[in-house]
């Protein structure tokens, strides 16, 4: 493997010098000195270049329509990340009435935020119809009886605004719990997000009628696309299209269409990228010629924004060898950290040494964390320079669905974080 294979993450955020790990130009094992480990670290930097390179395929893609980037605080509601992209200007994609509140903290106006929940009870519809001017997407048809009545009950005269997440029939993601749309995921699970297209027009005629104020239509495919869902990923853009153009003919006035999240960075080397450019001028370029009357286009990245803007620093506890194996035993567990590779089996994220980058007689290295599960693993048989004990390893692209996902498992507790 040669150098720039090696390395094929260095960016102004991880860079190496003198063969050792730099986050955001100071040196990794320095950082992990100072604050201990483990310790998530994000980078301020990386995230805003991260929003502004989608800002840029915004502008590049032409047209006039407003567009929102619309921000999936699950994949990292840090309330400094928030405070970030709120003053950015960005928009707020809001699954739970914990990130609603977060959100509203951190500083976001409510019409910036798209609450997009999934079996909302009672309770969660009152704590979201609260903050006045959000928008409530509706996820089926069966839901809208219980939101007339918190309505009725709590909220009387607000006229509540109101999107409909549909599923268009196709969906996309790296692991098949990944993928959001479809009748059956990948591993035949029936999805249970979103309107199936028949009722779509039904729930829009619904939300009228109880007084709602119908104003977009919502897609999320999934999660995780590489460069082979694009195909797939642009038939969903123009299905979307043709179906805000039915709801326009049948007199529905859409302010926004919303795309949903699904791109992001190369987690590994061998990873096909997603064309994020192209989607995006693909989704301008579609709505423009379908002439909707509509006024802006939202796309809500999660990954995209946050993933690679974070590690994980790990210590190595001691090196052990089993049945030819080469097991680094690290200081603490995936459950708990970086849960992706225990929670997906597709799940993969580069691991560095960052006291020692690249060397040669590299061997086959598995990360495995301290909590009593089998699958808890960082990495497996992965080709490095031979650790040893308290070298300091970082786990890549740990910005989102990290410390987000983590938990408590074993009595372990979740790393701090530091934002540099
Ligand atoms: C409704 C919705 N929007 C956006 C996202 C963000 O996805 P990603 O991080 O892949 O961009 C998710 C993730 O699950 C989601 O459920």
Redesign the pocket.
Known sequence: MNESRAMWWANEFLNVEQNELTIAGRNARAVAERDGTPLYVYGRARILQNYETIRRHFVAAGGDLETRI?Y?A??NPHPRILKLLEGQGAWL?A?SPGEVRTALEAGFPARRILY?GTSVSEDDLKAVFAPDGITV?IDALEQMDLMKEVRDRWFRRRRIRVAV?WNPGLGR?FSPR?V?AGERSADGTPVK?GVEAAKVGRVFGKAARFGFLPVGL?Q?L????VREDFPAVKEAVRRMVRKAGVLEQRGFRLEFLDF?????PRFYRTQGLFPAADYIRHIVRTVAKAGLSIKAVAV??????V?DAGVLLLRVVYVKKSYGHVIACVNAGTFNTVPRPAVYAQASHEIVNADRVDGPNKVRVTVAGHLCETGDVFGKERLMPMPRRGDILAVLCAG??SRSMASRYNSRPIPKDLII
């Open positions: 619309s999936a699950k994949a994609d699954v997009t997407n997440r993601g990944a959001t997000f919502h999320h999934g999660s995780g696309w949903g999240g699904g791109f992001g809500e990245p999660g990954k995209a924004l993933a989102g669905y």
